[in-house]
């Protein structure tokens, strides 16, 4: 059965900082990998997904993944975030039963 | 645009009252699921349907069921429900696998 892991459950960075946030899943067969955003008392959004093709997807908000097979890893990066870009990021991973499983979530704070 | 409804924002109900939670989609999606997030858990899948009548347990679906007679509406019912199940329940809907996940904007359930 699939699983996620997101390693950090808060990761503080100074703004126009760059910034990793980090997801490892288990799978025994190929994947579909998400991740989604949810901004402060809103609801989720996707950010960028990976489904096949190249290993480096882009995705809103000058966001980026990179799908590491041999890592079982699909980390999201940011070369300079922004307050606005607050929230907490979820990863989320899908076999071809349908399941969609989420990680327990990364909050990111921002620092002046 | 997408659209994921979910009939009650904010509900209170008593220990050992009997909670329905009804969400409908627009989108003519064969995949639905319901999940429940809470501080810490993230996102943790109850159940989900891939077709009418169509059924999987999530990962914790022990306290509740679901009902899908028609393709646009799935509901979450709470047979009897206890203050652990206080949480904000999503419901969210996709095409297939690897398909975007549309989230609506949650049900706040209290337990009291």
């Known amino acids: 059965a699939q699983s996620v892991t997101q390693l950090d459950s808060q990761v503080p960075v100074f703004e126009e900082a760059p910034v990793e946030l980090r997801c490892n899943y288990s799978s025994s067969v190929s994947v579909y990998l998400f991740w989604y955003v949810q901004y402060p008392n809103q609801g989720l959004q996707l950010l960028l997904k990976y489904l096949s093709g190249s290993t480096l997807v882009k995705g809103i908000n000058g966001f980026e993944a990179e799908f590491n097979k041999s890592q079982t890893s699909f980390h999201l990066r940011k070369p300079s975030v922004h307050i606005s870009d607050t929230a907490e990021y979820f990863c989320?991973?899908?076999?071809?039963?349908?399941?969609?499983?989420f990680g327990k979530g990364t909050r990111l704070h921002i620092l002046p | 645009d997408v659209k994921v409804t979910q009939s009650s924002r904010y509900l209170v109900k008593r220990t050992g009252e009997k909670v329905f939670l009804e969400c409908v989609q627009d989108m003519d999606h064969e995949n639905m699921f319901w999940y429940r997030q809470d501080p810490g858990l993230g996102l943790r899948l109850i159940y989900f349907?891939?077709?009418?009548?169509?059924?999987e347990k999530g990962d914790i679906p022990e306290g509740y069921s679901v009902s899908r007679e028609k393709k646009e509406r799935f509901s979450l019912i709470l047979e009897s429900a206890s203050t652990n199940q206080t949480s904000m329940y999503l419901c969210a809907t996709a095409q297939s696998s690897g398909n975007t996940i549309y989230f609506g904007e949650g049900s706040w359930l209290t337990v009291v």
């Open positions: 349907s891939y077709d009418v009548k169509m059924k």
């Open positions: 989320a991973v899908s076999e071809s039963d349908d399941k969609i499983i």
